[in-house]
């Protein structure tokens, strides 16, 4: 089974989210619904909802509900790219200006917390009370995450197990949910819904350590963000980890001074990607991401054989086959 298989396989439930998505941005406000627009029209891969419909659909799932939850999944991830670029400060989110760069932070801000609370709101018409409190704790640890990485700015000394504790919960923690919530769905019992959402948290942590090779080796134009945008927002990321692990106390000094300069130079960044190529960074951090990969698809071996089964394999092999 191919990615396009994948997409062929629910596309009228993906024809039905994207008209989710326009229904639930209604608004006599009109610049919500420019800017959610905007901001879902960027290119997103989907993802979230991909795994939701498809995680409901491997637990028998055939009602309508799942429909409008995974366009609730793509909503709240939308309100976290408006919150994160305006935080970070971008200016480039899929390969054009960022929302915050065209109508300021403040209507991004807004317009994102409008977003999470239309996403509670549908919530509260589509799923049962146990969706609604695994998303609410998810939303929870999302916020987590982020105030962990703010913490974790510029700081050089971080343990690899501290990073992956922003990644799970800044990023991971929405995959595992949208799995969760399709096993909750299909009515399933405790132990398969937590397969599930098990697969969704070790396909989430494999993504994002593939995002943070991508930093560093994408082409601009295919990647939608500038080559060493982490670093140059303080961002030590699992390539920059692996490097800091072997790297010398001259590398290493000359490592500090780069990431806490206010702007990263060309020169700086070249020798930064001499020091990923001198130490594998890149080659590490992959490999890290293909061990989550197959421990994602390892809790997949107890549901029966389907095409959603194959196609959410397929899907977790794709994360780590993005261009690198």
């Known amino acids: 089974m191919e990615i396009s298989d994948i997409s062929a396989l629910i596309a009228d439930e993906m024809k039905k989210v994207e008209v989710e998505f326009e229904r639930n941005l209604s608004s006599e406000v009109e610049l919500i619904p420019v800017i959610g627009r905007y901001v879902l029209s960027g290119g997103g891969k989907r993802i979230r909802p991909l795994l939701l419909i498809l995680s409901a659909r491997v637990a028998g799932y055939t009602g309508e509900s799942m429909v409008p ?101 800044k990023t991971a923690v929405l995959l595992a949910v949208a799995c969760e919530v399709g096993g909750m769905l299909g009515g399933l019992e405790a132990g398969p819904i937590r397969e599930l959402r098990a697969f969704g948290m070790e396909l989430g942590i494999a993504f994002q350590l593939i995002d943070d090779c991508l930093d560093y080796v994408a082409d601009q134009d295919e990647f939608g963000k500038a080559l060493g ?32 300069e206010e702007k990263l130079t060309d020169e700086g960044l070249e020798f930064v990607l001499g020091l990923i190529d001198k130490y594998d960074g890149i080659g590490a951090a992959r490999q890290k991401a293909l061990d989550r990969v197959e421990a994602a698809k390892s809790h997949l071996v107890g549901f029966e054989d389907s095409l959603e089964k194959q196609a959410l394999m397929k899907l977790a092999d794709y994360v780590v086959v993005r261009k690198l």
């Open 69 to 169: 939850l995974a366009a609730i999944m793509e909503f709240i991830h939308t309100a976290t790219l408006l919150h994160d670029d305006v935080v970070d400060s971008a200016v480039i989110r899929r390969g054009r200006d960022s929302a915050n760069k065209v109508w300021g932070n403040e209507a991004s801000v807004l317009v994102g917390d409008y977003l999470f609370s239309k996403s509670f709101s549908l919530m509260t018409t589509h799923g049962d009370m146990r969706i609604l409190r695994a998303v609410s704790d998810a939303t929870t640890q999302m916020a987590e995450g982020e105030v962990l990485q703010l913490i974790n700015t510029c700081d050089v000394d971080i343990l690899e197990a501290e990073y992956l504790e922003v990644v799970v919960s």
């Open 229 to 260: 945008s982490d670093l140059e927002e303080g961002k030590i990321t699992m390539p920059l980890i692996q490097v800091l692990k072997k790297c010398d106390a001259t590398e290493r000094a000359r490592m500090i001074k780069i990431v806490e």
